[in-house]
T-cell receptor, first 112, second 115 residues
Framework: AQSVTQPDARVTVSEGASLQLRCKYS??????LFWYVQYPRQGLQLLLK??????VVQGVNGFEAEFIKSNSSFHLRKASVHWSDSAVYFC??????????FGAGTKLSVKP | EAAVTQSPRSKVAVTGGKVTLSCHQT?????MYWYRQDTGHGLRLIHY???????EKGDIPDGYKASRPSQENFSLILELASLSQTAVYFC??????????????FGPGTRLLVL
């Protein structure tokens, strides 16, 4: 069965450090790929999305993600995190015209 | 700015009781969705709708009904609430079908506790 895996439930980094949040999916084709962020007491907001073209896609607030087809991965990166980046991050995958399926989320805590 | 609101924001219900969760969007979007989130799990699709007066089953529709009386409003109904339905429920809307790369806009969620 198709699935989306975010292997890290929690990640803690220091402010100014680089960040990578991992996402892997199980699907043989090329799906639509999304990263959403959920700030405390708010709904999910889109950070970025990808379907084709340059495998490195830029998003809001300095986030980017790289699609690696051979690894079925779509990891999220940021060069230098800020305390305001503390939130829960969700990877989502859509394929065969189905509604997006979401990973369990990674809670990011940024230490001052 | 796209806006999706949900009410109530939190609710405590009794087992066997009826619960209605409401969602309102001002985005003029055709598609609306209900998801549930359980601790340690991703969002799972319960029901969705692409036009008023019509709803479709998602991945986990058992125990839930949905109602779309207008383009702006989409309700999720638990006729006989059960302990296993304790979760956070999210409503979302999108202009086009979310399976076609279209961005979904989410509400803030409703925390439901069934006792």
């Amino acid at each position: 069965a198709q699935s989306v895996t975010q292997p890290d439930a929690r990640v803690t980094v220091s402010e100014g450090a680089s960040l990578q949040l991992r996402c892997k999916y199980s699907y043989s084709g090329t799906p639509y790929l999304f990263w959403y962020v959920q700030y405390p007491r708010q709904g999910l907001q889109l950070l970025l999305k990808y379907y084709s073209g340059d495998p490195v896609v830029q998003g809001v607030n300095g986030f980017e993600a790289e699609f690696i087809k051979s690894n079925s991965s779509f990891h999220l990166r940021k060069a230098s995190v800020h305390w305001s980046d503390s939130a829960v991050y969700f990877c989502a995958v859509s394929y065969n015209n189905n509604a997006p399926r979401f990973g369990a989320g990674t809670k990011l805590s940024v230490k001052p | 700015e796209a806006a999706v609101t949900q009410s109530p924001r939190s609710k405590v219900a009794v087992t066997g009781g009826k619960v209605t969760l409401s969602c309102h969007q001002t985005n003029n979007h055709d598609y609306m969705y209900w998801y549930r989130q359980d601790t340690g799990h991703g969002l799972r699709l319960i029901h969705y709708s692409y036009v008023a007066d019509s709803t479709e089953k998602g991945d986990i529709p058992d125990g839930y009904k949905a109602s779309r009386p207008s383009q702006e409003n989409f309700s999720l109904i638990l006729e006989l609430a059960s302990l296993s339905q304790t979760a956070v429920y999210f409503c979302a809307s999108s202009d086009l079908w979310g399976g076609n790369q279209d961005t979904q806009y989410f509400g803030p969620g409703t925390r439901l506790l069934v006792l």
